[in-house]
């Protein structure tokens, strides 16, 4: 294993400041594909930090063949044992910390403590969570004279998005693995680094060989190639609502499963009576997180039309503080967006915006003085925003907030619920009048004045973000089947 800049890690190369991994993942082995490789490019200097193989048909049969040889014995372990192998992998997850963190600063310019905290952190939670559940899930069951039994579906197909490239990863391998699954990994080509990181850790927790393989590639290739293998029983996808559904197109061949987390246009309600402050203080923590880049993000703020100023004023003030700049800087709060084509995807919204006639009251569009080598987009809040509009109903993907008046309750339920999407909400309020809002709300999940995450809670969503749940005993049940013994 090739030692540099202090770190370990499995499978790959370091040569200066670039980085090679020098195969796919199958069968416990770094095994070559066919010399074919792509750049991965810093959203900080436009330059490559990284190389990964470009996997084909030939590099997935092997993955597959590998996972479904490996199936037999890793089902046939109880599932106390798989929590105690996925127990140490949250352990190996966490010691390396740092290594993760660095990687993804470096493939999608997240700020360096972000990417500790959430980006590195994260998973190593979830991943403990999921293992908490080997021991009250209910493995089997009895009803009436039948004996329930829950078996794994088979080998599953894993395509993860670049946002959150270990979490979304963990989020899906660590239920799939704890139910007795093997699994195909395909991570984003955009930010594959942490999924050799994954690799050594998985070893190193004593994951048997070919229980978990990683194919690098696009997804055009290695995942619509992934999405209709016969060999692969189960796809888990995370992503945007379009290649979501062509993925479950591509699996309809073979009738295999599908799990879809999509998109989502996530609506933070501030109701009379609501600590402002509060709501304020969370909502530009949360869109500018990332540079906005979650399927969560709250990119609606809706609020009485009677305090859209004053909120408006309190926002801006609040935005000061989140000013741009080089994620390895300690002191960054908001780095570049993942890609220059981000960066086009996102400027173009907010253009979109001031064209349809919103007001930019903090931000706006454009390249950044100081920062024209990068991917930086300002942080921007659009003021007066007409529910209609298409920065108030297509995801962005950015950093980009959206303040939405409303006159009542039901216009605010209304408009909350007035997109395609139905992923998560937030209210802020009394608590009963909060809950009574959320329960009105077709999302999958809400968080009522700034409630803690639950790794251990279901997540998902309703309409056209997608179908199914992770986390919690329902994301455990997505990799099951289940089968009825009648005695």
């Not at 016969?230 to 290649?243: E, L, N, Q």
């Not at 709501?279 to 990332?290: E, G, H, K, Q, Y």
């Not at 990119?299 to 408006?312: F, G, N």
């Not at 903090?362 to 003021?383: H, L, Q």
Request: glycine share 12%; net charge negative; aromatic share 6%.
């Amino acid at each position: 294993m090739p030692e540099a800049a202090g770190r370990i890690v499995v499978s790959m190369t370091y040569t200066h400041d670039h980085l090679t991994i020098r195969g796919h993942w199958i069968g416990g082995a770094t095994v070559a594909g066919d010399g074919t490789t792509i750049d991965v490019i810093s959203p900080v200097t436009g330059a490559p930090v990284a190389s990964i193989p470009v996997g084909n048909a030939d590099d997935l049969d092997r993955a597959v063949a590998s996972a479904r040889r490996a199936l037999a014995g890793w089902a046939a372990t109880s599932p106390a044992d798989r929590g105690a192998v996925i127990l140490r992998l949250s352990e190996e997850l966490g010691a390396r910390n740092e290594q993760i963190a660095q990687a993804v600063t470096a493939e999608i310019g997240a700020p360096i403590g972000f990417s500790r905290m959430g980006q590195a952190g994260f998973p190593a939670l979830v991943t403990a969570a999921v293992a908490s559940q080997a021991a009250d899930f209910p493995w089997t069951e009895e009803v009436g004279n039948s004996l329930l039994v829950r078996e794994p579906v088979g080998v599953i197909g894993a395509i993860t998005p670049w946002n959150f490239p270990l979490q979304q990863v963990m989020t899906k391998i660590a239920p799939a693995l704890l139910a007795g699954n093997t699994v195909v990994l395909k991570p984003a080509d955009p930010a594959p680094l942490t999924a050799p990181i994954l690799a050594a850790a998985a070893q190193a927790a004593g994951l048997p060989d070919g229980v978990l393989n990683v194919v690098y590639g696009s997804g055009p290739v290695v995942g619509e190639a992934m999405s209709a293998h016969p060999g692969i029983d189960m796809i888990s996808f995370t992503g945007s609502t379009a290649a979501g559904k062509r993925i479950s197109v591509a699996a309809a061949a073979t009738v295999k499963r599908v799990g879809l987390e999509l998109g989502g246009k996530t609506a933070n309600i501030v109701l009379e009576g609501a600590d402002i402050d509060a709501a304020v203080d969370a909502t530009l923590m949360n869109i500018f997180s990332n540079s906005g880049q979650a399927c969560g993000a709250w990119a609606r703020l809706l609020v009485p039309a009677a305090l859209h100023d004053d909120i408006v004023d309190r926002l801006v003030a609040g935005a000061a503080a989140y000013t741009l700049g080089d994620p390895n800087d300690e002191a960054t709060r908001v780095g570049p967006v993942a890609s220059e084509a981000q960066w086009e995807r996102v400027n173009g919204y907010i253009e979109r915006g001031i064209a349809e006639g919103a007001t930019v009251a903090f931000g706006g569009p454009g390249r950044v003085a100081g920062f024209e080598a990068g991917a930086y987009i300002r942080p921007t809040i659009f003021a007066n925003v007409e529910p209609h509009s298409t920065i108030a109903q297509e995801e962005i993907f950015g950093p980009v907030l959206s303040v939405i008046p409303y006159a009542d309750d039901d216009e605010a339920v209304a408009i909350a619920d007035g997109t395609v999407y139905g992923l998560t909400a937030s209210v802020y309020g009394e608590q009963q009048h909060a809950l009574a809002i959320a329960k009105r709300l077709h999302v999958g999940q809400v968080y009522i004045n700034g409630a803690d995450f639950n790794p251990l809670a279901p997540f998902g969503g309703y309409k056209q973000s997608g179908n199914g749940r992770e986390m919690g005993h329902a994301g455990l049940e997505e990799f099951t089947e289940i089968k009825a013994i009648q005695l």
